[in-house]
């Protein structure tokens, strides 16, 4: 077992160091951004690695690129700058909600975009639902080049990606719509949340759902669209009640996990009035 002074740190200079460095040290090294993740690693009985790789002094893993048609998200946009950069886009204000309310201050002043979405141990991360529901796609670097994936094919592939392999930008496509983030935070679970429900949505002249994506995060292991509930919301009008006894119509397609903060049960049983909840910030927010 390696000691942590015994652990060597390399200061990355560029993604194509990173992936370099990455790839020939193997299962043998990890990134390091924030490293918030890497602070609670002895809490999740897991080693220390010989080799960390920095990554904070990477210019092309920074900033929040805001376009016409798109936003671009370098892997190492803190939460905060997130936040930030997204506040006054109304299609963007539930991942702003997601990116603002996560964890602590302290905690979002540090932890990184691209940290939050490759720890694939933390069901409760508040980016993953809230990028779900804005169709975002991630853009991996690696050995054989960059390739961009839809966000829910890179999560449910991340613990199989070859060494080297680094998110260096998340993109989010921007439209007509408005979105919503909501979570359920206990205080037995810290500043974690035990549910997360965040939507985003596209409303016709009517007034009826045009376009509709749901992402529920802390319930299953991994976030996921909710597509059941999404169809069942089709044309219907951003109703909050209807869409919360839709939610408990739908809620068993769910295979929600237990923890110590709260029983997977639970879990589900708590999303009809998340539901419920977004659909008012939704509606309010027109």
Same mark, same amino acid.
């Given at each position: 077992?390696?000691?942590?002074?015994?652990?060597?740190?390399?200061?990355?200079?560029?993604?194509?160091?990173?992936?370099?460095?990455?790839?020939?040290?193997?299962?043998?090294?990890?990134?390091?951004?924030?490293?918030?993740?890497?602070?609670?690693?002895?809490?999740?009985?897991?080693?220390?690695?010989?080799?960390?790789?920095?990554?904070?002094?990477?210019?092309?893993?920074?900033?929040?690129?805001?376009?016409?048609?798109?936003? =671009?998200?370098?892997?190492?946009?803190?939460?905060?700058?997130?936040?930030?950069?997204?506040?006054?886009?109304?299609?963007?204000?539930?991942?702003?909600?997601?990116?603002?309310?996560?964890?602590?201050?302290?905690?979002?002043?540090?932890?990184?975009?691209?940290?939050?979405?490759?720890?694939?141990?933390?069901?409760?991360?508040?980016?993953?639902?809230?990028?779900?529901?804005?169709?975002?796609?991630?853009?991996?670097?690696? =050995?054989?080049?960059?390739?961009?994936?839809?966000?829910?094919?890179?999560?449910?592939?991340?613990?199989?990606?070859?060494?080297?392999?680094?998110?260096?930008?998340?993109?989010?496509?921007?439209?007509?719509?408005?979105?919503?983030?909501?979570?359920?935070?206990?205080?037995?679970?810290?500043?974690?949340?035990?549910?997360?429900?965040?939507?985003?949505?596209?409303?016709?002249?009517?007034?009826?759902?045009?376009?509709?994506?749901?992402?529920?995060?802390?319930?299953?292991?991994?976030?996921?669209?909710?597509?059941?509930?999404?169809?069942?919301?089709? =044309?219907?009008?951003?109703?909050?009640?209807?869409?919360?006894?839709?939610?408990?119509?739908?809620?068993?397609?769910?295979?929600?996990?237990?923890?110590?903060?709260?029983?997977?049960?639970?879990?589900?049983?708590?999303?009809?009035?998340?539901?419920?909840?977004?659909?008012?910030?939704?509606?309010? =927010?027109?």
């Amino acid at each position: 077992m390696v000691a942590a002074h015994e652990a060597r740190l390399h200061v990355a200079t560029s993604v194509d160091d990173a992936v370099a460095v990455l790839t020939e040290a193997g299962g043998d090294a990890v990134p390091m951004a924030g490293a918030t993740w890497l602070m609670r690693a002895e809490l999740r009985d897991e080693p220390i690695r010989p080799l960390y790789v920095a990554l904070g002094r990477i210019e092309a893993l920074k900033g929040v690129e805001i376009a016409a048609d798109a936003v =671009s998200i370098g892997a190492c946009v803190t939460h905060a700058e997130l936040a930030g950069g997204l506040a006054g886009l109304p299609e963007m204000r539930g991942l702003a909600q997601a990116a603002g309310h996560a964890a602590t201050p302290a905690v979002r002043a540090v932890a990184t975009v691209g940290g939050n979405l490759a720890a694939s141990g933390f069901a409760a991360a508040d980016l993953a639902p809230a990028l779900l529901a804005a169709d975002a796609e991630v853009e991996v670097a690696g =050995s054989n080049g960059t390739e961009r994936l839809p966000l829910a094919g890179y999560l449910a592939t991340r613990d199989q990606a070859a060494a080297g392999s680094l998110i260096v930008r998340v993109i989010v496509p921007r439209g007509d719509c408005v979105s919503a983030h909501t979570r359920l935070p206990l205080r037995v679970a810290g500043d974690y949340p035990v549910a997360i429900v965040s939507m985003n949505v596209a409303v016709s002249p009517d007034g009826t759902i045009a376009d509709l994506r749901i992402g529920v995060g802390s319930v299953e292991p991994v976030a996921a669209r909710w597509t059941a509930l999404e169809e069942a919301l089709a =044309s219907q009008p951003l109703d909050p009640e209807a869409a919360a006894t839709a939610a408990r119509e739908h809620a068993g397609v769910f295979a929600p996990r237990d923890g110590v903060e709260a029983s997977g049960a639970y879990r589900v049983r708590v999303l009809p009035a998340l539901v419920r909840r977004a659909i008012e910030a939704l509606a309010a =927010s027109r």
